[in-house]
């Protein structure tokens, strides 16, 4: 492959036409999809009027399927049908439709007209839950009615099954759908580029290395995406890590998963930040053909930029598709590949999953893959102890193993970020003991704990209030709870704010929480934020788990308290707001514990070492 070659892949794979309507259906299709808009457009007075018109003998308006199991049918089952669907009243829907159904159920060509009618609606609706049930009463339905609600409820059950892992199941609903709904195919193609790209690792391609001559200490770094359009702690910390190679005299150049970023079409395919290449393969663009397509085209695209870079050593971060595509690449061009494990991409998919998830054929094939990748890289970078000894039971060599946890910069050691004058600006008073984080809020942060905490806090007479910068798919259920603890004149919720007002607030907190649940994911990955708020000498206060235990020190540079336990994090806190002796010797501890071991020119020089260890420096 020539230097400016691109990334190669097929064009998208045409939708399948769908089966032709005849023009009687599709005219009564096109009437229930304007039929259904009008209805949406009634008041909720009016459209309870119009069901009082359609059913004047059926159930009452919510009343379910049991009251109404022996009422005659509707007069007018389809408008009856198209007005619960307009009201969002599935379930009432669900639970009446033998009787919508009666007359549909006939074999008689009134019996025949009425189906269609229903199925026009169904297919305007576009509610799988209820076209399933519906579809038990109907009877035999045309092929055009057939593909699009039975591809419908296909999909639905296609991605509860992926939900619960279930690769080859779902893929086996959407199947027999996929000559004629357009959702199914697609889904169809994506469930197999997955379970493509995932389980035991392909054969490494040919080494085609014609005329290659890597650089000594130039890095390509194959990441999932990163700054300056998505802010997180995994972008930071690959900010982190090649701003501070750079500065140790490496030369290092960051490509993401291509297709990123999707939001942003337009992005240009090469930028600099803060000195550092970034390359982009495909921006914006999803690429067709699932996530093995996506890694080959990855792959391509990688052995391509590398060419012109001519790096040293090919650098992938987890999770297992960008290992998977520096793998391949750097056995094309015969060069070392580093797999740096950030953390356990199943594990923290199970934290959020399904309990059938666990165990499941997704869980177990995506273990595989990733133990696959840290077998055969040339080294393995890890953030702890912790995920170390699971790294080796996972099979890789232990040797080959190295550390480079997460850090600061050493100027924040010296940093005085205004925390008063953040406090001033969000209504929180000098004397008022603040406790927060700083951090994604997802679910396994334990939010909501430290919701509890506070309540207990002020209780108790502590005025305690609650600071928590950030954003995340559980800052609904923290609002949530806040309400239901009747404190949210305690709470200050600002949402995500910039890097400099990030700082700001950590330096308003009296007490920095990482109250992480006792989920597996948890007990291995350490987190960078409780490192900044060391950093800064804010005391911290976390779950007495294993890679937070090891974060703070072996637990000497923080209070420990038991996961999910809203009255030990009270007590802790409750502690250290009565003791200032004991908020200084913590934060004296912290601000030691980060400037013998944390900071990113200590780190660089571990990776540094390491590549001069692969014959790349």
Same mark, same amino acid.
């Given at each position: 492959?020539?230097?400016?070659?691109?990334?190669?892949?097929?064009?998208?794979?045409?939708?399948?036409?769908?089966?032709?309507?005849?023009?009687?259906?599709?005219?009564?299709?096109?009437?229930?999809?304007?039929?259904?808009?009008?209805?949406?457009?009634?008041?909720?007075?009016?459209?309870?009027?119009?069901?009082?018109?359609?059913?004047?003998?059926?159930?009452?308006?919510?009343?379910?399927?049991?009251?109404?199991?022996?009422?005659?049918?509707?007069?007018?089952?389809?408008?009856?049908?198209?007005?619960?669907?307009?009201?969002?009243?599935?379930?009432?829907?669900?639970?009446?439709?033998?009787?919508?159904?009666?007359?549909?159920?006939?074999?008689?060509?009134?019996?025949?007209?009425?189906?269609?009618?229903?199925?026009?609606?169904?297919?305007?609706?576009?509610?799988?839950?209820?076209?399933?049930?519906?579809?038990?009463?109907?009877?035999?339905?045309? #092929?055009?009615?057939?593909?699009?609600? *039975?591809?419908?409820?296909?999909?639905?059950?296609?991605?509860?099954?992926?939900?619960?892992?279930?690769?080859?199941? %779902?893929?086996?609903?959407? #199947?027999?759908?996929?000559?004629?709904?357009?959702?199914?195919?697609?889904?169809?193609?994506?469930?197999?580029?997955?379970?493509?790209?995932?389980?035991?690792?392909?054969?490494?391609?040919? @080494?085609?290395?014609?005329?290659?001559?890597?650089?000594?200490?130039?890095?390509?770094?194959?990441?999932?995406?990163?700054?300056?359009?998505?802010?997180?702690?995994?972008?930071?910390?690959?900010? +982190?890590?090649?701003?501070?190679?750079? !500065?140790?005299?490496?030369?290092?150049?960051?490509?993401?998963?291509?297709?990123?970023?999707?939001?942003?079409?337009?992005?240009?395919?090469?930028?600099?930040?803060?000195?550092?290449?970034?390359? +982009?393969?495909?921006? *914006?663009?999803?690429?067709?053909?699932?996530?093995?397509?996506?890694?080959?085209?990855?792959?391509?695209?990688?052995?391509?930029?590398?060419? @012109?870079?001519?790096?040293?050593?090919?650098?992938?971060?987890?999770?297992? @598709?960008?290992?998977?595509?520096?793998? $391949?690449?750097?056995?094309?061009?015969?060069?070392?590949?580093?797999?740096?494990?950030?953390?356990?991409?199943?594990?923290?998919?199970?934290?959020?999953?399904?309990?059938?998830?666990?165990?499941?054929?997704?869980?177990?094939?995506?273990?595989?893959?990733?133990?696959? /990748?840290?077998?055969?890289?040339?080294?393995?970078?890890?953030?702890?102890?912790?995920?170390?000894?699971?790294?080796?039971?996972?099979?890789?060599?232990?040797?080959?193993?190295?550390?480079?946890?997460?850090?600061?910069?050493?100027?924040?050691?010296?940093?005085?970020?205004?925390?008063?004058?953040?406090?001033?600006?969000?209504?929180? &008073? !000098?004397?008022?003991?603040?406790?927060?984080?700083?951090?994604?809020?997802?679910?396994?942060?334990?939010?909501?704990?430290?919701?509890?905490?506070?309540?207990?806090? +002020?209780?108790?007479?502590?005025?305690?209030?609650?600071? /928590?910068?950030?954003?995340?798919?559980?800052?609904?259920?923290?609002?949530?709870?806040?309400?239901?603890?009747?404190?949210?004149?305690?709470?200050?919720?600002?949402? @995500?704010?910039?890097?400099?007002?990030?700082?700001?607030?950590?330096? %308003?907190?009296?007490?920095?929480? $990482?109250?992480?649940? !006792?989920?597996?994911?948890?007990?291995?990955?350490?987190?960078?934020?409780?490192?900044?708020?060391?950093?800064?000498?804010?005391?911290?206060?976390?779950? !007495?788990?294993?890679?937070?235990?090891? /974060?703070?020190? *072996?637990?000497?540079?923080?209070?420990?308290? #038991?996961?999910?336990?809203?009255?030990?994090?009270?007590?802790?806190?409750?502690?250290?707001?009565?003791?200032?002796?004991?908020?200084? &010797?913590?934060?004296?501890?912290?601000?030691?514990?980060?400037?013998?071991?944390?900071?990113?020119?200590?780190?660089?020089?571990?990776?540094?070492?390491?590549?001069?260890?692969?014959?790349?420096?």
């Amino acid at each position: 492959m020539s230097d400016t070659s691109s990334p190669t892949f097929g064009p998208p794979a045409a939708a399948p036409s769908p089966p032709r309507a005849s023009l009687l259906d599709g005219f009564r299709d096109s009437a229930a999809r304007t039929a259904l808009r009008w209805a949406r457009s009634l008041s909720e007075k009016a459209r309870a009027s119009a069901l009082s018109t359609t059913d004047p003998h059926g159930p009452p308006a919510g009343a379910g399927k049991a009251s109404g199991a022996d009422a005659p049918p509707p007069r007018f089952p389809a408008t009856h049908l198209l007005l619960l669907a307009a009201a969002e009243r599935v379930d009432d829907a669900r639970g009446d439709m033998g009787r919508i159904a009666a007359n549909a159920a006939e074999e008689t060509a009134r019996g025949r007209r009425a189906a269609r009618r229903l199925a026009s609606v169904l297919a305007a609706a576009e509610r799988p839950r209820l076209t399933e049930v519906a579809l038990r009463h109907l009877p035999d339905l045309p #092929e055009h009615y057939t593909a699009s609600l *039975g591809g419908a409820v296909a999909a639905r059950k296609a991605r509860l099954m992926f939900e619960q892992g279930r690769l080859s199941d %779902a893929i086996d609903a959407v #199947e027999p759908y996929t000559g004629g709904h357009e959702v199914c195919a697609r889904m169809h193609d994506r469930l197999l580029g997955e379970r493509r790209a995932l389980g035991p690792l392909p054969e490494p391609p040919a @080494r085609d290395d014609a005329g290659f001559e890597p650089v000594p200490g130039r890095v390509l770094h194959v990441v999932s995406n990163a700054l300056p359009y998505t802010g997180a702690g995994y972008t930071v910390r690959t900010h +982190r890590i090649v701003t501070a190679q750079k !500065d140790a005299g490496l030369e290092p150049s960051v490509v993401t998963f291509p297709g990123w970023p999707l939001d942003r079409p337009g992005v240009e395919e090469s930028a600099e930040l803060d000195g550092v290449g970034h390359h +982009r393969l495909h921006p *914006g663009v999803e690429l067709p053909g699932g996530l093995a397509a996506q890694i080959e085209a990855g792959v391509d695209g990688v052995a391509a930029l590398a060419r @012109r870079l001519r790096p040293a050593v090919l650098h992938a971060a987890t999770d297992h @598709r960008n290992g998977s595509i520096a793998a $391949a690449a750097a056995a094309r061009l015969g060069l070392p590949f580093v797999y740096e494990v950030r953390g356990f991409r199943e594990e923290s998919w199970l934290s959020g999953a399904v309990p059938q998830a666990q165990g499941s054929e997704r869980h177990r094939a995506v273990v595989e893959r990733e133990s696959a /990748l840290m077998r055969t890289a040339d080294a393995v970078v890890t953030l702890s102890e912790t995920m170390r000894e699971e790294i080796v039971a996972r099979g890789a060599d232990p040797a080959r193993i190295v550390l480079a946890p997460n850090a600061v910069e050493p100027w924040l050691l010296d940093a005085r970020p205004d925390g008063a004058g953040f406090r001033r600006e969000h209504g929180l &008073e !000098d004397d008022d003991f603040v406790v927060g984080s700083v951090s994604s809020v997802v679910g396994y942060e334990g939010f909501t704990v430290l919701a509890e905490a506070v309540a207990l806090l +002020r209780g108790r007479g502590v005025p305690a209030r609650m600071l /928590l910068v950030g954003d995340g798919e559980a800052l609904g259920g923290v609002r949530a709870a806040v309400r239901r603890l009747g404190i949210g004149e305690a709470c200050v919720l600002p949402g @995500r704010v910039d890097p400099a007002d990030a700082l700001r607030a950590h330096a %308003a907190l009296d007490a920095f929480a $990482a109250p992480r649940a !006792d989920d597996r994911v948890c007990r291995l990955v350490t987190p960078l934020k409780p490192v900044e708020a060391m950093a800064l000498g804010t005391p911290v206060v976390a779950s !007495d788990l294993p890679a937070l235990r090891e /974060l703070l020190g *072996g637990g000497g540079a923080g209070l420990m308290v #038991e996961p999910g336990d809203a009255e030990a994090l009270a007590d802790a806190l409750e502690r250290l707001h009565g003791d200032p002796g004991l908020r200084s &010797e913590l934060s004296a501890a912290g601000r030691e514990e980060v400037t013998a071991n944390r900071t990113w020119p200590r780190v660089a020089e571990v990776y540094r070492g390491l590549y001069a260890r692969l014959g790349a420096v």
